[in-house]
């Protein structure tokens, strides 16, 4: 069975721009999650999808969001990039709910904003 | 908010060690997790609890999730060179969220 899959693996933005980070689940997978991942902070949750409805939201601005396609595909957005922004950005599918655990992850996206 | 201690942030190996590490918190949870993370991948699931009390091992790795519930731990028996990395806790809650603790990075001794 194929993993989790993201794209790109590795992004170089502009302070201002915006970017958009795809995600593949494991089939048969409806939930998807993401987490930016930093050397300061560790993971920290951005939200979860479930069957295209947004289920779960950590604490992020809304420069953040994201959406989930019918065939449980997910991309995440950030509008108006900051030097902040720059981080891991990993997803994660599960086949329930996200607290549910055995969350698997692909192996992230690599934002660097300059 | 509910957040994870875990411990200790980093620690050596010398080849054939066992090593300890642990996660707590203030708060209930109903699972627990125990992730690897190498450089430049994701997190990889190693055991997943779902039972107070419950002790689970894979290969040389065995894992508890405390009676509390406020707890767990993960235990490396006969460390070896690939088990460098980042090792990270998790725990799911009743809101239906799930947290991270800040990892522990393991390392072989010089």
């Known amino acids: 069975k194929a993993g989790v899959t993201q794209t790109p693996r590795y992004l170089i933005k502009t302070r201002g721009q915006q970017v958009t980070l795809s995600c593949s689940p494991i089939s048969g997978h409806r939930s998807v999650s993401w987490y930016q991942q930093t050397p300061g902070q560790g993971l920290q949750f951005l939200f979860e999808y479930f069957s295209e409805t947004q289920r779960n939201k950590g604490n992020f601005p809304g420069r953040f969001s994201g959406r989930q396609f019918s065939n449980s595909r997910s991309e995440m957005n950030v509008s108006t990039l900051e030097l902040g922004d720059s981080a891991l950005y990993l997803c994660a599918s599960s086949l329930g709910a996200l607290a549910d655990g055995e969350q698997y992850f692909g192996p992230g996206t690599r934002l660097t904003v300059t | ?110």
Do not use: H
């Open chain 2, 1 to 110: 908010g509910q957040q994870l201690n875990q411990s200790p942030q980093s620690m050596f190996i010398q080849e054939g060690e066992d090593v300890s590490m642990n996660c707590t918190s203030s708060s209930i949870f109903n699972t627990w997790l125990w992730y690897k993370q190498d450089p430049g991948e994701g997190p990889v699931l190693l055991i997943a609890l779902y039972k107070a009390g419950e002790l689970t091992s894979n290969g040389r790795l065995t894992a508890q999730f405390g009676i509390t519930r406020k707890d767990s731990f993960l235990n490396i028996s006969a460390s070896i060179p690939s088990d460098v990395g980042i090792y990270f806790c998790a725990a799911g809650g009743s809101q239906g969220n799930l947290i991270f603790g800040k990892g522990t990075k393991l390392s072989v001794k010089p």
